[in-house]
């Protein structure tokens, strides 16, 4: 049996699935529901000075009949007494001691960082969290991803909560940023002990085209929100695999955008993160889904071999690398199989109007579109519309040509292989 | 245990329900709102949690999927393909609400299972030994889900079957469209997996073993010995050729080869659910003429308004508020003397016919079993059956029941439940808990 227990800069959870600090950890009845459910770790919604939420808060993005790939939030902080907030913790840490429970936190000055953080770890938090990540709102007010996108702001107020604390500190950063390596080497010599990424995007969720209102809607306004859910994934995803294979940055990440199951986090941890965060998926559907997130996780484990989680923790790493490193003379084409294909020649539409051109209707009886491989560039098109799994396969060609990349040849004039499609 | 044979009738039938390839399963599952406090589940008498299950496919998750059947339906497996969802679980699907069509949850459930047995999964080891043991009588999925239940807690188990082979109707009654032989005993081997279960075939209560026996020799005693033989007319010439009993006539189909030489016409008497199967499958077996006999209306018939509909598709014809009265014919049956009844079920005066047959069969229930057991004291019997409480204790301490010979006849599903939560109770009162 796999050891699922992770370690993400010291705090230690039964396993790598925590809540993020969101609607699903705002109190202590609901953490504890959630620890009973099998959840490794929680991050307390974040607590700083009372703040008071409008009505009318999340917006969701739907698609083609699938309620919520993306979601949106107005929502602000904790609006609950920093009393009740603190005695709760202290109360499920007391109740839980082997789950992680990170408190989120967002202030001002230096002061009231001080007195949060020394109250917060009075309350037995294993961690901390600086929330320098929320678009909407509370950044108005100079904070969340006004700190996160400042890298000298953010160094400074880290520094001040890595000298107040005993306990592992997280920076969670923002990806409302052009390039996110400068704000996790920021968090890195200010002092923290990990970072967590990605705080939700600046986003507008959709327009209501009557009231001609950007959506939520309040009154008679609609305001700029924080985006979130499964459609954020690859965006994330990209932010981890970019700081993680950043030489000078050392510090552990937690992965958070997106992850709605076991295969999205797996995807998170083989680019470096040590532990994941969920919360649309628990808006959406509940902490009962961490069964599944568990169990597939220990499934593909033991599939693979792998014993504990660092084990698989960076495996993808040594194969993300930049566009100049890809091999130039490596060719793919799309092969379609005769015996699955149902015919619907969404391929050839795709391949004709976006493609190069190459994929013709069947010229038989049966509707079995055809591929001019000669033509064929290997741009995955027609495998991405396929609604057949498995019917439409980018198979390597065999072209005799050595690897080369765009690098080498600009370095030592490497020869690559003749262009296709480009006539 | 004795093999299925190769031969036998029941490898003519096709699958009724398809199975689902990956892809099936995945867009059917994708389909599935994760319903919270389900009524799916609560329609299932062993409260499996469906939207679980059906989510973990869509991840691709079937280990754990099928780990969330079993866990709650051991026979899992074989429910999946006879349990009636179209009454149950499949009818409680909120998609129906809004006249959307409803979760397929039985077609999923046997993809799971499936795929769980095809990969050899098994997610149960038995406990460490408790020093108890507990006698199983009859050999059908109650007892096989009380007998895997207790391993799991540490107490042996013995079964005592009095035919050759285990599982049951699994084994000898389940229309082979929905579940064949061999897959029954396939499922009765994969859940004796568990190890630690004996097993005594040939082996009947009040000819080879008494319960008093059992009691002596086992520190609980479990009974599920399901119903008896096929009901018949009591009439004289009740021994004509051609005329069986629908139970026992089924399981020649299952586990043999049936003689249907010569016969043009068969009548099948009774309108529950035995009788359904029976007219499906003689169609099944390439007769042309096959019609249902019963007494009252349609609309009153106690089988599945579902199971008719397909009976009806495959061309099976019936004659509804007839009652039979004898047979005809010499050495073999060449018929039906019957009346006609009324909105209450009673005859007509002077509305006698003869149907013409050349093979009729009884589906007018079982015999029920629980006078086996009638005389030991504290055992109450009630309707024929062994009368149970909440936790399938009978009135006898240490004496236990479930499945069809506690409810008159059900589901599967219902003797796994039954079965499994009797263990749970046998277990409490072993280890001497209230």
Known sequence: MPDLTANCAGIVSPNPFWLASAPPSNSGEQVMRAFDAGWGGAVWKTLGQPIQNVSSRFGGHHYRGTRAIGFNNIELITDRPLDTNLREIEEVKKRYPHNALIVSLMVESEEEWKEIIRRSIDAGADGLELNFGCPHGMCERGMGSAVGQEPKVNERITSWAASYSSVPVIVKLTPNVHDIRPHGLAAQRGGADAVSLINTIKSIVSVDIDSMIPAPIVGELGTNGGYCGPAVKPIALQMVASLASTPEFKLPISGIGGISNWRDAVEFMLLGSSSVQVCTEVMLRGYRVVEDMIEGLEFYMREKGFERLDDLIGGAAPAFSEWGDLDMNFESVARVDAETCIGCYDCVVACADGGHQCIEPGRGDRRVPVVDEEECVGCNLCEIVCPVPGCITMTEVDNGWAPATWNQHLASGVRLRPKKGSH | ?434
């Open chain 2, 1 to 434: 245990m004795s093999t299925i044979p190769a031969e036998r009738d029941e490898t003519k039938f096709e699958d009724f329900k398809a199975p689902y390839t990956a892809h099936q399963a995945r867009m059917e599952a994708e389909r599935c709102l994760y319903c919270e406090d389900a009524p799916c589940v609560k329609a299932c008498p062993t409260s499996i949690d469906v939207p679980q299950f059906i989510r973990k496919i869509t991840s691709g998750n079937l280990w754990g999927s099928a780990r969330t059947i079993f866990s709650a339906n051991i026979l899992g497996m074989s429910c999946s393909r006879v349990c009636p969802v179209e009454t149950s679980c499949v009818a409680a699907c909120v998609h129906n609400e809004q006249a959307v069509a409803p979760i397929q949850i039985g077609r999923l459930q046997r993809f799971v299972t499936d795929h769980a047995y095809e990969s050899g999964w098994r997610y149960f080891e038995a406990g460490g030994s408790s020093g108890k043991s507990v006698a199983l009588v009859g050999g059908g999925p109650a007892s096989l889900a009380a007998a895997h239940e207790l391993r799991r807690k540490g107490h042996a188990c013995t079964i005592y079957e009095k035919r050759r082979m285990l599982g049951g109707l699994n084994t000898t009654g389940i229309a082979p469209y929905k579940l064949r032989a061999d897959r029954a005993t396939e499922e009765v081997e994969w859940v004796l997996g568990i190890g630690g279960v004996d097993i005594e075939t040939s082996t009947a209560l009040g000819e080879d073993v008494s319960l008093e026996e059992l009691e002596m020799k086992h520190d609980a005693v479990f009974i599920g010995i399901g119903l008896g033989e096929d009901t018949f007319l009591s009439v004289t010439n009740e021994h004509l050729e051609g005329v069986h009993g629908a139970v026992e006539f089924i399981e020649r189909i299952k586990l043999g080869r049936v003689d249907l030489d010569g016969v043009g016409r068969a009548l099948v008497i009774g309108g529950g659910n035995t009788a359904l199967d029976a007219v499906r499958e003689l169609v099944g077996l390439g007769l042309d003429d096959v019609r249902l006999v019963y007494r009252g209306r349609e609309e009153v018939k106690p089988g599945y308004a579902h199971e008719w509909e397909a009976a009806k598709m495959e061309g099976v014809r019936a004659h509804w508020q007839t009652q039979p009265i004898d047979y005809r014919g010499e050495g073999r049956v060449s018929g039906l003397r019957c009346v006609r009844t009324d909105e209450k079920k009673r005859a007509i005066d002077g509305s006698e016919r003869t149907l013409d047959a050349d093979l009729i069969l009884l589906a007018l229930g079982q015999e029920t079993l629980g006078s086996l057991v009638a005389s030991a004291e504290g055992i109450e019997i009630d309707g024929g059956c062994v009368r149970i409480d909440d936790n399938g204790a009978t009135g006898r301490p240490g004496v236990f029941a479930g499945g069809d010979c506690t409810n008159g006849g059900k589901e599967v599903v219902n003797a796994a439940f039954e079965g499994k939560r009797a263990a749970e109770a046998i277990d409490r009162y072993l280890m001497g808990e209230k």
